[in-house]
């Protein structure tokens, strides 16, 4: 927790707010990959893309 407080105070402080959405994104991704990995999901989410 303590690392998105300091990414948080980072693009705040640099002004690189729009830095945001791009890293909320790319974490959504990678927990779908790991959710895709090993399951039942994996056909489904592999349809998606």
Known sequence: MEFLKELWLFLRIRKKLWLAPII???IIFGGLIMLAQGSVVAPF???LF
């Open 45 to 47: 989410i592999y349809t």
């Open 24 to 26: 909320i994104v790319m």
